[in-house]
């Protein structure tokens, strides 16, 4: 079992609220990801970061933004949510000298009225 | 898309059959991952082949590459119920790893 959370495991919040989801990893790695995924569907990688102040987007665009302060914390932040932004986010991590196996997050159902 | 795409789409095969899941991608790759996914969880690594490898087995499970095909197959011999769950293959482009839309496989008892 990984050594990587993510609370909350589910949210149902009205449109216009600000969210933040939170990832947290034990294991030290340097490498973060978050991924989108509708239900039966493929994972889409929105952010991801290569350490500590490094943050890139991913090949889904996403009105969400992301920091990387502390290594083990990687928040995912909606300013204003939005029905369109329903879905489940995933939180992973990986080290390099593993061949970029990455180790998921139990995930956060996101649901917005 | 750069997307590893699963076929077929769904499986259903009753308890002590093989599963048979394939892959395909569109560009070179560093290695290829499978990853198993519970409804409504997270997903799981259950293994990895590197672009050098033709075929790796860990339990029962067996995985194939074919690079000049650009496909993999993942293999489940003796299918339990508890292996109920969809299956991604993931090629890892650059650093990346590529998901598709899965395998969904449902295992009777």
């Known amino acids: 079992e990984a050594d990587i959370y993510q609370t909350p495991r589910y949210l149902v919040i009205g449109t216009g609220k600000k969210i933040t989801l939170e990832c947290s990893q034990t294991m030290g790695h340097d490498k973060m990801y978050w991924y989108q995924q509708d239900p039966g569907m493929e994972l889409h990688l929105i952010h991801y970061s290569y350490g500590v102040n490094s943050t890139e987007k991913g090949d889904l665009s996403s009105e969400s933004t992301v920091s990387r302060i502390r290594t083990e914390h990687f928040p995912l932040t909606l300013e204003s949510a939005r029905p369109s932004h329903t879905s489940q986010y995933l939180c992973?991590?990986?080290?390099?000298?593993?061949?970029?196996?990455?180790?998921f997050g139990p995930g956060t159902r996101l649901l917005v009225l | 898309s750069q997307q590893g795409e699963e076929d077929p789409q769904a499986l259903s095969i009753q308890e002590g059959e093989n599963a048979t899941m394939n892959c395909s991608y569109k560009?070179?790759?560093?290695?290829l991952q499978w990853y198993r996914q519970n409804s409504g969880r997270g997903l799981v690594h259950l293994i990895l082949?590197?672009?050098?490898?033709r075929e790796k087995h860990s339990g029962r499970l067996r995985v194939t590459l074919d690079t000049s095909k650009k496909s993999s197959s993942l293999l489940i011999t003796a299918s339990r119920a508890a292996d109920t769950a969809s299956y991604f293959c993931a090629p890892n482009q650059g650093g990346k790893l590529i998901f598709g839309q899965g395998t969904e496989l449902s295992v009777k008892p």
């Open positions: 992973a991590s990986s080290e390099f000298r593993d061949q970029e196996t990455q180790y």
């Open positions: 560009t070179s790759i560093n290695n």
């Open positions: 082949i590197r672009s050098n490898e």
